[in-house]
């Protein structure tokens, strides 16, 4: 009956549980680190708009405040602070007044390593202090000391002591001298060699492939570092959605550590594709279907087809890894293309394979032999050229995300010799080079500058001698926005774009990110093209600005970018230029 009451008159209009609003204030944290330390964590700040039902659950939170900023400091160094509250229950608000008086700062005494029986550690047992985030004499933190801990365990692992672990960790207080001592006791474990390997999980994935990703050799002294890197190559097939990479500990005096390596494999196939549109080209759309296990091996083959209003194109690329070497790849691939542009329109069929070397996870190098066969319509007047092409191309890539970067860069060097068999153009090299680089602005990247730079140079002929699709040009999505697609650059006598010998972009943008969906982007793109083999630097340049749209999807950031000419527009080019694809302009 009682409860019943209760939950009666709970239930009426007008009846509600008593709350204890409050004001709080805090004076006295040390810096603005530690007092944003603790106003992540403070649940009276968090809960500001919750006021508890009671006076005694007010005590609970602000006792519960009271040992984070406890803990703030402590982590700081300030283990002399001492921390006062007020607070006037029968007010309404209450308030919380908080006054901290931090004291001195503890800085970092002596750093000692041992063994778990009180030992030091000689020199190959224990890191440089170089390598060490925590140093003798700075201010105490206690951030440093568990990442100086990773560093003792990374460093032994590197020294075929995987095993290794923290026995204890003494943080101790020297109040006369004002420094905190830090000694760890390090059970090191056995120095042990990689064992044979076995997997566990291989379905369409076959034995001896898989065994040509591991990156240490049987009997070598345990790294890992090694360990990681196999872990990165397995993961960077793109067939699997899990590996585990477990090295097994041998019996007592044993120095022989075998390895487990768990593999949880993914579909092999792949169905994508993207959308574009630019005021210039119009509405373009992609679609590619690849398989990237084909014969058990790792063969990949991607099969993509462009359709666009400018025209269309089929391609195959197909890869076998790591032929004779490990980390080269042999490929072969063939493009069909049709473009109507109004540089030029072209037919071609292309051929061609060689070989692609992953250096390392930043470095890339290729280099192959294309034969093309094409026929080209410039200026009313149809060429047809054979050219057989020796590109090489090498890349350098540290940026974080390949559809979004906020750090990091990027940069590629290709070279091609060309020989056209029909004598059409003769002999001609093509050079490029291009770079952009991400600079995050704060700690949150939210505001990131991205720069762009790209020059490209031609030896031998002349502009009108090339063939038209060989030719560089400026302008569009992808280049200089605010001008029509190759059009910022020489125009022939009837208006549509000519190309050139040589050429010079380059673009900045201060990406900013307003929410976590929704960036903003404000640019400006400078360039042009050249008759002669390398750019004039001192010539004017056409320049766009304008401002660019970003919403983040689960694909990558979905981009709209507004552009208007700034300098060298002529009548023939559009006021605005608009352009809609997914990823970053570059």
């Known amino acids: 009956?009682?409860?019943?009451?209760?939950?009666?008159?709970?239930?009426?209009?007008?009846?509600?549980?008593?709350?204890t609003p409050y004001a709080f204030s805090l004076t006295g944290m040390p810096d603005e680190t530690t007092r944003n330390l603790f106003e992540e964590t403070s649940e009276l700040i968090?809960?500001?708009?919750?006021?508890?039902?009671?006076?005694?659950?007010?005590?609970?939170?602000?006792?519960?405040?009271?040992?984070?900023?406890?803990?703030?400091?402590?982590?700081?160094?300030?283990?002399?602070?001492?921390?006062?509250?007020?607070?006037?229950?029968?007010?309404?608000?209450?308030?919380?007044?908080?006054?901290?008086?931090a004291g001195p700062r503890y800085d970092v005494g002596t750093i000692r390593m041992t063994d778990p029986g009180g030992v030091a550690l000689g020199p190959g047992l224990s890191p440089p202090p170089l390598l060490m985030a925590l140093k003798e004499g700075q201010p105490y933190e206690a951030q440093p000391v568990l990442d100086s801990e990773g560093t003792i365990l990374s460093y032994l692992g590197r020294q075929g002591r995987p095993f290794a672990r923290v026995d204890h960790r003494d943080v101790v207080l020297d109040r006369d001298a004002g420094v905190v001592n830090v000694t760890w006791a390090i059970d090191y474990g056995p120095r042990v060699t990689f064992g044979p390997v076995?997997?566990?999980?291989?379905?369409?994935?076959?034995?001896?492939?898989?065994?040509?990703?591991?990156?240490?050799?049987?009997?070598?002294?345990?790294?890992?570092?090694?360990?990681?890197?196999?872990?990165?190559?397995?993961?960077?097939?793109?067939?699997?959605?899990?590996?585990?990479?477990?090295?097994?500990?041998?019996?007592?005096?044993?120095?022989?550590?075998?390895?487990?390596?768990?593999?949880?494999?993914?579909?092999?196939?792949?169905?994508?594709?993207?959308?574009?549109?630019?005021?210039?080209?119009?509405?373009?759309?992609r679609a590619f279907w690849e398989h990237r296990n084909l014969l058990g091996g790792r063969e990949s083959l991607r099969v993509t087809a462009d359709v666009a209003m400018t025209?269309?194109?089929?391609?195959?690329?197909?890869?076998?890894?790591?032929?004779?070497?490990?980390?080269?790849?042999?490929?072969?691939?063939?493009?069909?293309?049709?473009?109507?542009?109004?540089?030029?329109?072209?037919?071609?069929?292309?051929?061609?394979?060689?070989?692609?070397?992953?250096?390392?996870?930043?470095?890339?190098?290729?280099?192959?032999?294309?034969?093309?066969?094409?026929?080209?319509?410039?200026?009313?007047?149809?060429?047809?050229?054979?050219?057989?092409?020796?590109?090489?191309?090498?890349?350098?890539?540290?940026?974080?995300?390949?559809?979004?970067p906020t750090n990091g860069h990027r940069l590629t060097f290709a070279l091609t010799p060309y020989y056209d068999l029909a004598g059409t153009a003769g002999t001609f090299i093509v050079g490029q080079a291009s770079g952009s680089t991400y600079l995050p602005l704060d700690d949150a990247e939210d505001y990131v500058l991205a720069l762009r730079a790209a020059l490209g140079a031609t030896f031998g002929g002349s502009t009108l001698s090339l063939p038209a699709d060989k030719r560089f040009y400026a302008g569009g999505g992808n280049s200089v926005r605010g001008f029509a697609y190759q059009a910022a650059g020489p125009l022939g006598v009837d208006g549509d774009p000519q190309g050139g010998k040589s050429m010079l972009t380059g673009a900045v943008e201060l990406r900013w990110r307003v929410t976590e969906s929704i960036g903003v982007v404000p640019f400006v793109d400078v360039g042009s093209v050249y008759d002669d083999s390398l750019p004039d630097f001192g010539a004017d340049l056409f320049i766009g600005a304008g401002l660019g749209l970003r919403y983040r999807s689960p694909i990558g950031p979905l981009r709209l970018d507004v552009a208007t000419p700034v300098s060298g527009k002529r009548d023939s080019d559009d006021i605005v230029q608009i352009y809609i694809s997914i990823g970053q302009a570059f």
Do not use: H
């Open 311 to 404: 025209g269309y194109s089929l391609a195959a690329k197909a890869k076998k890894p790591d032929f004779e070497w490990n980390g080269v790849d042999l490929v072969f691939q063939a493009e069909a293309a049709q473009e109507e542009l109004d540089a030029y329109d072209r037919d071609s069929l292309l051929i061609g394979g060689g070989l692609e070397w992953r250096y390392s996870p930043q470095w890339f190098f290729s280099g192959g032999l294309t034969f093309e066969q094409s026929a080209i319509d410039d200026n009313g007047k149809t060429e047809n050229y054979t050219l057989f092409g020796l590109p090489v191309v090498a890349r350098n890539d540290t940026s974080n995300d390949a559809l979004d």
């Open 198 to 285: 076995r997997f566990e999980g291989l379905e369409r994935l076959k034995d001896k492939p898989a065994r040509a990703l591991i990156r240490w050799e049987e009997g070598e002294i345990v790294d890992i570092d090694k360990v990681e890197e196999t872990r990165q190559a397995f993961v960077a097939t793109g067939l699997l959605r899990g590996v585990n990479i477990d090295l097994e500990r041998p019996p007592a005096g044993g120095t022989v550590a075998p390895v487990l390596i768990r593999l949880t494999e993914s579909p092999p196939r792949t169905i994508g594709g993207g959308i574009r549109y630019s005021t210039s080209e119009g509405a373009g759309v």
């Open 46 to 101: 968090a809960r500001k708009d919750e006021p508890p039902p009671s006076r005694t659950a007010l005590r609970n939170r602000i006792r519960g405040d009271l040992e984070r900023i406890r803990q703030v400091l402590n982590a700081y160094g300030y283990f002399d602070a001492r921390i006062e509250v007020e607070t006037d229950e029968e007010a309404e608000p209450v308030p919380v007044a908080v006054k901290v008086t």
């Open 1 to 19: 009956m009682l409860v019943g009451l209760v939950l009666l008159l709970l239930g009426q209009p007008g009846i509600a549980l008593a709350r």
